[in-house]
């Protein structure tokens, strides 16, 4: 395997992940993946482009958007999530919002929810738009027709940039459709979490071969710094653990952890963990996702 230069910083990488199978969806492709020995990045290189879609196969994003009763702990987990997208963004709930990858329109519909009036969404996958439309979103066919729905006050991308070939080139496209002023808005797993790094390959965030690029806070800041964003001013980055539960049981269920014994031993150190490490990550950047915001420059 050849030493690929980080695509963001140029520092050299070494080889990671290597013979990680798809534990989530059973694709039967292994990618080679580096990691930047200056800001951290996990990143798939060579992409094989043209092969990308047959990685989406079954796709999670296949399925109805229900307005199911969540239990009660991903629904505190969500309303985490929520009020960290809140403290990110203008407080007028009349400007458009888009939600770029949107699958199913869960979000869209919790944003509803939260009285956003003027919501739009886009997501590659056909299946998926249609689901997002019976939220009440207008869900474009095609990225060429974003721009007439905006200009956006809000661009949201959750758990999107990592499957993105070129995330630099997408985002200043992105920004490219917000107002001055406007913000983009990123969820993304963190590769220096503590998960990532106390599970190693197990561990759900990296999601071969989907997830092309897999953030750290620093690759976040030296992204930033590409000519390409230039437009756009980097106004936050933190991390979360608001999906830590769900990062923690997807990670572990295989082998000892699938047995009765094994899963209570899994939920109980999971709610100790997850109380522990919420206390930690107000303090050190060591959540399971990276959140970030970004402002587009006034012209
Ligand atoms: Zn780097």
Redesign the pocket.
């Known amino acids: 395997m050849h030493s690929a230069p ?1 695509p ?4 050299p990488s070494d080889p990671v992940l290597r013979q990680r199978p798809d534990y989530e969806y059973g694709i039967q492709v292994q990618l080679d993946y580096h990691r ?1 020995r ?4 996990v990143f798939a290189d060579p992409i094989p482009v043209a092969d990308i879609p047959s990685f989406y196969a079954s796709y999670s994003t296949h399925g109805q958007h229900t307005q199911r009763k969540l239990p009660l702990l991903a629904r505190a987990s969500r309303g985490v999530m929520l009020r960290e997208f809140e403290s990110l963004v203008p407080s007028h709930k009349d400007e458009p919002v888009l939600d770029f990858g949107c699958g199913d329109g869960s979000f869209l519909a919790e944003l509803r929810e939260r009285g956003y009036t003027r919501l739009a969404g886009y997501d590659f996958d056909p299946q998926a738009r249609k689901a997002a439309r019976l939220v009440g979103a207008q869900v474009a066919e095609s990225e060429e027709d974003l721009p007439a729905l905006g200009p956006f006050a809000v661009i949201t991308l959750n758990h999107v940039i990592e499957h993105m070939v070129d995330p630099p080139r997408d985002l200043a496209r992105l920004g490219s459709m917000l107002r001055p002023g406007g913000r983009l808005v990123i969820r993304t797993p963190n590769a220096r979490s503590v998960l990532s790094r106390s599970l190693g390959p197990a561990w759900r965030g990296w999601e071969t071969p989907r997830h092309l690029h897999v953030f750290t806070p ?2 976040v800041q ?1 992204m930033a710094r590409l000519p390409a964003l230039s437009d756009l001013a980097m106004k936050r980055v933190f991390t979360s653990e608001s999906m830590y539960l769900g990062i923690f049981h997807e990670s572990l269920r295989n082998g000892f952890w699938r047995h009765p014994a094994g899963k209570l031993a899994r939920h109980a150190a999971a709610l100790v963990s997850w109380a522990g490490l919420t206390a930690v990550n107000a303090f050190a950047p060591v959540g399971e996702e990276l959140v970030v915001a970004f402002e587009r420059r006034a012209a």
Do not use: E, N, P, Q
Not at 38 to 41: D, E, I, R, T
């Open positions: 980080c963001f910083c140029r520092a930047c200056a800001c951290g990045l620093a690759s030296a």
